[in-house]
């Protein structure tokens, strides 16, 4: 090396492959989730972390918004990094159909949604008619419903939604995941 000193700072190295790697694993986490549970809005909060194990996986839920924490263990004395996700309730209207995705707990304890009959299907395409206005909170499934006299024009709807269908609409559900949900009629 004729007296020359090598530069031995690290550009990239194990940390920096670690780091990477973390990055992409939240990601992929946020695009599951939004994807999956059709959370509406997410907003990440994220600082370095020296290592992508031991994580700890919580879940929290307020009146207004839904919290996911992943966080991992400080390895060495180094800080630990985090990556928090909040999804905030929306409430659309689409086509007669509302939906409330990501509804706060206390509003389905106050209506008593847990304790509403319970009603599932299997992937499926099926006509139905509302002859009373239903309310209901789906567990688990994704649907599309096409109201009749829309064309194509479709709601989709899934896991985590709170749905309220009005009195008299005809529509086809077509069912891609199959459901299962608590469900009311007035």
């Known amino acids: ?20 790697y973390f990055k992409e694993e939240c990601f992929s986490l946020v695009q599951n989730l939004l994807s999956i549970s059709q959370i509406p809005m997410a907003i990440l909060y994220t600082s370095m972390i020296p290592t992508v194990q031991a994580r700890n996986f919580t879940h929290s839920k307020s009146s207004s ?24 309730t929306m409430e659309i209207e689409k086509l007669g159909i509302k939906v409330e995705r990501n509804p706060p707990e206390s509003k389905l ?4 949604v847990r304790n509403w009959p319970k009603w599932g299907c299997p992937p499926s395409k099926f006509p139905w008619t509302y002859t009373a206005k239903e309310k209901c909170y789906l567990l688990e499934g994704k649907v599309k419903v096409y109201p009749q006299g829309h064309g194509n024009e479709y709601v989709e709807i899934g896991a985590g939604d709170f749905v309220e269908f009005p009195k008299g609409m005809n529509c086809t559900w077509d069912v891609s995941v199959a459901v299962d949900k608590h469900y009311m009629f007035e």
């Open 1 to 20: 090396m004729n007296g020359q000193r090598k530069n031995t700072k690290n550009h990239g190295g194990k940390n920096s492959i670690k780091h990477q």
């Open 65 to 88: 918004s839904s919290f996911l924490s992943i966080s991992s263990k400080p390895n060495s004395g180094r800080s630990s990094r985090s990556l928090r996700i909040r999804a905030e």
């Open 109 to 112: 304890a106050e209506l008593g």
